[in-house]
């Protein structure tokens, strides 16, 4: 059984930055590829960014490309989400999940419907103003 708990969130400006944090325990960390999801009031799960379990892969939706940045450390059984140039809309909770992808042959492989992930974070709030 893996646990996901997650932090860093927290009330920003329109145009500011945070790091949000995952911290896994419980699994071997490697084994796992991992995902942001975010939910905002009145809407559906969505995804938002996921790696694979080298880090080799990564891929974003579109609307956060070249803003946010996923990235892990296997050694701190951790996965980042620096989230930039934030606006209102990404007003969430921000969850992170992971799903069991380990091997040579699942080394590229990254997961962006939240159904295909076997575990979840409780979430970390963020809140933008403008």
């Known amino acids: 059984q893996v646990q996901l708990v997650e932090s860093g969130g927290g009330s920003v400006q329109a145009g500011g930055s945070l790091r949000l944090s995952c911290a896994a325990s419980?699994?071997?960390?490697?084994?796992?590829?991992m995902g942001w999801f975010r939910q905002a009031p009145g809407k559906e799960r969505e995804f938002v960014a996921a790696?694979?379990?080298?880090?080799?892969?990564?891929y974003y939706t579109g609307s956060v490309k070249g803003r946010f940045t996923i990235s892990r450390d296997n050694a701190k059984n951790t996965v980042y989400l620096l989230v930039s140039s934030l606006d209102p809309e990404d007003t969430a909770v921000y969850y992170c999940?992971?799903?069991?992808?380990?091997?040579?042959?699942?080394?590229?492989?990254?997961?962006?419907?939240?159904?295909?992930?076997?575990?979840w974070g409780q979430g970390t709030q963020v809140t933008v103003s403008s």
């Open positions: 999940a992971a799903r069991r992808a380990a091997g040579a042959v699942h080394s590229g492989r990254i997961f962006t419907n939240g159904h295909e992930y076997d575990y």
């Open positions: 790696i694979s379990w080298t880090g080799g892969r990564i």
């Open positions: 419980g699994g071997t960390f490697s084994n796992y590829a």
